[in-house]
C-alpha cells in the first residue's frame, strides 16, 4: 500500500492566515477560482496571533489600520480605543473570517516545508507537513515581521526558569507576581510590554543594546465624535491618508524645519510629541530627509528622556545618538517613566555584553539572579518568511541562494524566476514603511486583477524580467539614498540578523509607489513576462 499522501489541486496555495491571506482568499473565490489557505498556527491572526505579549497594541490608531474593503464592516466595526490591543485587533481578524466565512478554506496547523515550480505542467508543487497540494499560483503572505529572531547565547538552552519569547507568546496568562524578570531587547515589543511587567515583577532587569526613540501614544478610549466624522467620510478618509508618504493620516505636514522659525518649531513639536505617535516623523516633511532637520526632532526627543528620566546615566543610557526614524520609530504608554521605578534597572549591553546564561542567572556587567527570561529580540524581517521555506523555482533556482546578497523583487509583488508566484508586501514595496493594511489590500487587489487579466487575455504563466527587478531595486534604493533611512543600522537593512545581506528593503513613497504600480498594470503589466518560451 502506498503511504504517499494525495495531492490537494487548486487553483491557488495562499501562505499565511494573516491579514494579507484572509482578504486574498476573499478576493480569489470572488473571482470563482478555488484557493486554500495553508496555515501554520491552529487559528487565523499572523502576527496578531502570535505577538500576544502583555501590551501588544497596533500603533498606527485603529480607524485607519483596519480593512477597507467592504464598506458595511468599515462602518459596522467600532474599536473601543484609538490604538487597538493585540486581542481587540485578533477579534476583528476572526470577525472577518466568520463574517466572509473563509474558515472552510484554511488549512490550520500545517506549515509549508517546500514550494517547487514544475516547469512542465507550469503549476507549483507544494509540500507541507501534513499533505502535498499542486496548484497554478502561489501567493505567499507571510507577512514582514514574522520569523522570530532568536540569538545564540551562550548557554540559553541551560536557562530552567520561564522562558518567553514576544513574538511567539504563549496564549495562556503569564504571571510574573513576585519575580525577578530579565528582558533582553528595547524594540517596540520591549518597550511596550516593560512598562506592564515593571508593575506586576519583584525586580525587572532591562538589557539594552541599543536605545530606542519612542513617542507617547497618548491613548484612550475611542472618540465618538472623531469616529463619527471620519466613518461619514470614510472612503475620501481612507483615500486622503494613501496621499501621504507613509499612507498614513496623521503624517502630512509639507513644511520644513529648514524653512521654519526654531521656536515656532520647537512649539509645533511639542504639540506632535503630545498628540501624533508615529507621526511625529512626518510632523515636518524634512524630519525623514535631512540630517540637520532631523536631529532637531532627534534633540527634542533626546531633551525629553532626560526630562522624564530621574536618574541622569540611566536617562543618557536611554538616549539614542543616531537619526530618529533611522530605525523603527516606537510609541508607547509610559516606557520611559518606567525607569523611575525602583524595581526597574537598565543594564547597557554596548559596554557589558551578555557573556552567559545559566540555569536561573543571566551574566553581563555581574551576575543577575532571575526566574523569568524574556526575549525581545525581533525578526529576520521582510525575507525570513520566505527564505526558511525551500522555494524552487525556474531551472532549479532555489530562492535562498538568489537572495543570498540582498533580495530582489519586482514591486514587491513577483521575483524573477519564479513564475507564478506573488509576495503580498514582499521587499521593494512599502509595506514596512507604510501604514501594513492598505498596502496589503492594494497588493492583493493588484494580484487578483493580474490574475483575472490572464485569464481574459488568455495567459498562463507570469514572472519578472530580470531586468526590471534589477532596476526596480535600483530605484529603490536611490530613494533610500536621499533618505537618512539608510545609515542606520536597522531591520529595514537586515543589520539586526548576524550573517543577513545588508541591503534596504522597503520602498519609500506610497504616493509614487501607487502611481508605478497603475502605470505597470496601464502598460499590460511592463516588466513583466507573460508565457516565456525558453
Ligand atoms: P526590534 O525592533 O527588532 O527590536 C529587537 C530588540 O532586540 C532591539 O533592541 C535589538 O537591539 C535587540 N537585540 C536583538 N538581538 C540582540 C542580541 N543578540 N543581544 C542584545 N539585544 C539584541 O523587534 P520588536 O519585536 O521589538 O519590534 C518589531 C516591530 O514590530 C516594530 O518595529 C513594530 O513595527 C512592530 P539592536 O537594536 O539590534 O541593537
Given at each position: 500500500m502506498s503511504h504517499e499522501k494525495q495531492t490537494q489541486e487548486f487553483d491557488v496555495v495562499i501562505v499565511g492566515a494573516g491579514l494579507a491571506g484572509l482578504y486574498q482568499l476573499l478576493k480569489l473565490r470572488q473571482l470563482g477560482l478555488t484557493a486554500v489557505i495553508i496555515e501554520k498556527a491552529d487559528q487565523v491572526g499572523g502576527t496578531w496571533h502570535w505577538n500576544r505579549y502583555p501590551g501588544a497594541r497596533c500603533d498606527i490608531p485603529s480607524l485607519e489600520y483596519s480593512y477597507q474593503f467592504d464598506e458595511s464592516l468599515q462602518q459596522e466595526w467600532n474599536w473601543s480605543e484609538k490604538y487597538s490591543a493585540q486581542p481587540e485587533i485578533l477579534e476583528y481578524i476572526n470577525h472577518v473570517a466568520d463574517r466572509f466565512e473563509l474558515r472552510d478554506g484554511i488549512k490550520f496547523n500545517e506549515e509549508v516545508i517546500k514550494a517547487e515550480f514544475d516547469e512542465v505542467n507550469s503549476s507549483w508543487k507544494i509540500k507541507t507537513s501534513a499533505s502535498n497540494y499542486e496548484s497554478r499560483f502561489v501567493i505567499f503572505a507571510t507577512g514582514c515581521l514574522s520569523v522570530p529572531n532568536k540569538p545564540d547565547f551562550e548557554g540559553l538552552e541551560n536557562f530552567e526558569g520561564q522562558l518567553l519569547q514576544t513574538s511567539t507568546w504563549p496564549q495562556e496568562e503569564q504571571s510574573f507576581s513576585g519575580k525577578r524578570v530579565a528582558i533582553i531587547g528595547t524594540g517596540s515589543s520591549a518597550i511596550q510590554s516593560i512598562p506592564l511587567i515593571a508593575e506586576q515583577a519583584d525586580q525587572l532587569y532591562v538589557f539594552q543594546r541599543t536605545p530606542n526613540y519612542s513617542i507617547p501614544?497618548?491613548?484612550?478610549?475611542?472618540?465618538k465624535e472623531r469616529e463619527k466624522e471620519v466613518k461619514e467620510r470614510y472612503s475620501e478618509f481612507r483615500k486622503d491618508n494613501w496621499q501621504n508618504g507613509f499612507g498614513i493620516a496623521a503624517i502630512s505636514d509639507e513644511s520644513l524645519i529648514s524653512e521654519t522659525d526654531i521656536n515656532e518649531v520647537h512649539q509645533q513639536l511639542e504639540e506632535n510629541w503630545e498628540s501624533a505617535g508615529l507621526g511625529f516623523f512626518g510632523g515636518y516633511a524634512d524630519i525623514p530627509l535631512d540630517a540637520n532637520s532631523n536631529d532637531v526632532a532627534a534633540n527634542f526627543v533626546r531633551n525629553k528622556i532626560s526630562e522624564i528620566v530621574d536618574d541622569p546615566d540611566t536617562a543618557k543610557i536611554l538616549t539614542p545618538d543616531y537619526h530618529i526614524g533611522g530605525k523603527r520609530l516606537c510609541v508607547d504608554t509610559g516606557y520611559f517613566e518606567t525607569f523611575n521605578r525602583e524595581n526597574v534597572h537598565l543594564i547597557n549591553l554596548k559596554e557589558n555584553p551578555i557573556t552567559q546564561i545559566s540555569s536561573l542567572s543571566l551574566d553581563a556587567d555581574k551576575t543577575y539572579e532571575i526566574d523569568t527570561l524574556i526575549l525581545a529580540t525581533g525578526f529576520d524581517a521582510m525575507t525570513g518568511a520566505l527564505t526558511g521555506i525551500d522555494i524552487i523555482g525556474r531551472d532549479g533556482a532555489k530562492l535562498k541562494d538568489q537572495w543570498e546578497n540582498g533580495a530582489k523583487s519586482y514591486l514587491g509583488l513577483g521575483i524573477a524566476n519564479f513564475p507564478n508566484l506573488f509576495t503580498v508586501t514582499g521587499p521593494g514595496s512599502p509595506s514596512v514603511l507604510s501604514n501594513m493594511l492598505p498596502s496589503i489590500e492594494q497588493h492583493v487587489n493588484w494580484i487578483t486583477d493580474c490574475i483575472e487579466w490572464m485569464n481574459a487575455n488568455d495567459k498562463k504563466v507570469i514572472e519578472s524580467s530580470k531586468t526590471a527587478e534589477d532596476n526596480w531595486m535600483v530605484l529603490v534604493n536611490e530613494i533610500a539614498d536621499?533618505?537618512?533611512?539608510?545609515d542606520t543600522k536597522s531591520w529595514y537593512n537586515g543589520s539586526n540578523i548576524e550573517d543577513k545581506a545588508k541591503a534596504f528593503l522597503p520602498f519609500i513613497g506610497v504616493p509614487v509607489y501607487t502611481e508605478m504600480l497603475e502605470q505597470v498594470v496601464a502598460e499590460d503589466y511592463k516588466g513583466f513576462i507573460f508565457d516565456r518560451v525558453n
Open positions: 501614544s497618548n491613548n484612550g478610549p475611542m472618540d536621499m533618505t537618512i533611512f539608510t
